[in-house]
């Protein structure tokens, strides 16, 4: 019974890591699919970076679960 409860807790903490990435993904693809942060030019390694940066602190949808909706292909 105890050996249950741990793989449950370690599945459960799995799929929290997992579901995470999905949404931080997800966010990143559809600010680049929306043409959030298009003001840097992508040739200049400077830019690229701040582009790069840009588009992993934007925010696209009004919630972490639509993220994660659309990157599970829900919807």
């Known amino acids: 019974m105890k050996v249950m409860s741990v793989v449950?807790?370690?599945?459960?903490?799995?799929v929290a890591w997992f579901g995470s990435a999905v949404v931080r993904l997800e966010n990143y693809h559809?600010?680049?699919f929306v043409g959030l942060c298009t003001q840097f030019n992508i040739k200049d390694p400077r830019e690229r970076i701040e582009r790069e940066t840009c588009l992993e602190?934007?925010?696209?949808?009004?919630?972490?679960?639509?993220?994660?909706v659309y990157g599970l292909k829900i919807l």
Request: avoid cysteine; glycine fraction near 0%.
């Open 8 to 14: 449950l807790i370690v599945m459960l903490a799995a």
């Open 30 to 32: 559809y600010a680049n």
């Open 57 to 68: 602190q934007a925010e696209t949808r009004t919630s972490w679960a639509w993220h994660l």
